[in-house]
């Protein structure tokens, strides 16, 4: 095998050594102190350890440490009355794409004896991985058959750092997992009042629960989640209110052409070209930068797989990506009973994807519906 550069990963080694453990009658290992549920040293009573130092079932992290010397702490200073008991740590290996895991693999869960159903899935042709050309993304559920709950969840592509601490919240709260119907859950999180939906599975808070307790390593941890999901709730309900009055911001000009916006991404210029093309065509077009693209398509019913650049509001109906005019003209003509027309991905030559140096792509444009059939519309 060759390559440029080789990296060795070592991994983290507990400090101990000068300590002369032994002298003070201190088991311990290559881990770290040999201790028991109370963090407490299993051969000297008056010594407690935590963090890197200790040989526990924890990982090797900071706020797993901090976790841990809460407990130590406590122990100490009230007699053993606090159990480790370690909730579901997701673990990320940084490589580009990411790849993060939580829980069990499919052989541990085997091997511990649970009847389980797999689900694994390929996502590169999801919209979120083609805009990033990335060729190797997918992800792996593992869910107990008996009961419902997931047992394991593994993710390879961008921001699988931030996705996994979802499925995390999901088995620390023992949440039972129900196969989502809806193609859309599959590309984004999914937030409602009584539960969420993620990569094709839902979440349901049970009815008599009237909060969610994030069970989590580390106070300043939990209030950076909480932040983080409040901005993420009011740009889904800001992106909401801009679905819900695109028909407004819709009207027909004289030349019997209408007026519309392209909601986009900041700096997307093939975006910019095809709104040329319409506006040559007789359309007015307003450009609209969003910072959450992904959660307007969620919101306006775009299908996982028909994604691109670009999301518009025509008079009611969807267009997604670089669609031709003469289609559009005849979806606004004809009136088809549908939530609006896509060209999936960025096609050579389709508007504004022009590349002289390139041959033209053929592609087809789709009619679909809200529950994400489709039937072929044009094709080019």
Known sequence: MRGGIAVHGAGRVPNIEPLQLDKAGVEFSRKGIEVNDYLQSVSNPKIYAS?????????????????????????????????????AQPTVVFTIPPLAMVGLTE?????????????????????????????????????????????????????????????????????????????NDLSCVSLARFGYSIYGLSFPIPAKTHYLYISILDSTIMKKMIKRFSKVLTALLAIGLLASCSKSETGKLENGKYSFTMYKNEGCMCCTKWAEYMEEAGYKVTEQPVENLYA???????????????????????????????????LLKERPDAKGIAVPGMP??????????????????????????RTVWASH
Request: negative net charge; hydrophobic residues 35%.
């Open 51 to 87: 963090g890197d130092v200790a040989a526990t079932d924890g990982l090797p992290l900071t706020p797993v440490a901090g976790f841990e010397s809460h407990i130590v702490a406590s122990n100490i200073l009230e007699g053993n009355h606090k159990e480790i008991n370690y909730p």
């Open 107 to 183: 052989q541990q869960a085997n091997d511990q004896g649970y009847d389980v159903k797999v689900k694994f899935k390929k996502t590169d042709s999801w919209y979120a991985y083609k805009r990033t050309n990335e060729s190797h993304t997918a992800f792996k559920t593992i869910i107990n058959k008996e009961n419902g709950q997931l047992l394991g969840a593994h993710i390879l592509g961008t921001k699988a750092e931030e996705v996994i601490n979802l499925f995390a919240m999901a088995m620390n709260q023992q949440m039972k997992a129900v196969e989502s119907s809806k193609q």
């Open 296 to 330: 307007l398509k969620f919101s306006n019913k775009v299908p996982n797989d028909m994604g691109s650049c670009h999301t518009a509001i025509i008079d009611g109906y969807v267009v997604e990506g670089h669609v031709p005019v003469e289609d559009i003209d005849r």
């Open 348 to 373: 050579t030559g389709s508007p504004g994807m022009e590349n002289p140096t390139r041959p033209d792509d053929e592609y087809d444009v789709y009619l679909f519906q809200e529950d994400g059939s």
